[in-house]
């Protein structure tokens, strides 16, 4: 069956350091990857989309990568701030028909708390 | 833009009672909105698909009669929980997306608490 799996489930680094968090897959071919933040009590918000022909994508702090021959996709984020503090999902999605299309299947999160 | 938005964030019901979950998409229209459920410190598990002007998808070991799932307009979804029981406690999420691959918006959940 599918698996998802996100590497651990709390990360905390010092402020000022590379936060690197890891998606890991099994059984299957995602057609595009997914990073989402999630605040306590909150539902998620997007960050960044990466595509299966795409090796790595930025936006201001944050970059991905996405391997799909290792089946895994790393989420950086550079010169943490407590304010990165959060919860970080990924999540995969196929372009595959039927009732699979379109669908997002989500990791468990990996809890960050970037320390002043 | 594309801002969703979900009521109430928080509901304390009797079990047996009935409760009812709105989402809005606020400035886009959604042909498709996706209901989720989250236990803490656990992954956001999809319950179902809903399709503006037909029946809604539901994802294996939902039960259809008793989480009822309408989504009258473009714009609006509910989520109706029907003969809650304390079992039925949870975050309940729903979410839009402007197309297929596109990234999902999240309304800001509800937390559901039944005693």
């Known amino acids: 069956s599918q698996k998802i799996e996100q590497n651990s489930e709390a990360l905390n680094i010092q402020e000022g350091k590379t936060a690197t968090l890891t998606c890991n897959y099994t059984?299957?071919?995602?057609?595009?990857l997914q990073w989402y933040r999630q605040d306590p009590g909150r539902g998620p918000v997007f960050l960044l989309l990466i595509r299966e022909n795409e090796k790595e994508k930025r936006k201001e702090r944050l970059k991905v990568t996405f391997d799909t021959t290792l089946k895994q996709s790393l989420f950086h984020i550079t010169a943490s701030q407590p304010a990165d503090s959060a919860t970080y999902l990924c999540a995969l999605g196929s372009n595959a028909g039927g009732t699979s299309y379109g669908k997002l299947t989500f990791g468990q999160g990996t809890i960050l708390t970037v320390h002043p | 833009g594309a801002v969703v938005s979900q009521h109430p964030s928080r509901v304390i019901c009797k079990s047996g009672t009935s409760v009812k979950i709105e989402c809005r998409s606020l400035?886009?229209?959604?042909?498709?909105m996706f209901w989720y459920r989250q236990f803490p410190k656990q992954s956001l598990m999809l319950m179902a698909t809903?399709?503006?002007?037909?029946?809604?998808?539901?994802e294996q070991g939902v039960e259809k009669d008793k989480f009822l799932i309408n989504h009258a307009s473009l714009t609006l979804s509910t989520l109706t929980v029907t003969s809650a029981h304390p079992e039925d406690s949870s975050f309940y999420i729903c979410s839009a997306r402007t197309g297929p691959s596109s990234p999902l918006h999240f309304g800001n959940g509800t937390r559901l608490t039944v005693t």
């Open positions: 400035d886009f229209q959604a042909t498709t």
């Open positions: 059984n299957y071919s995602p057609a595009y």
């Open positions: 809903s399709n503006e002007g037909s029946k809604a998808t539901y």
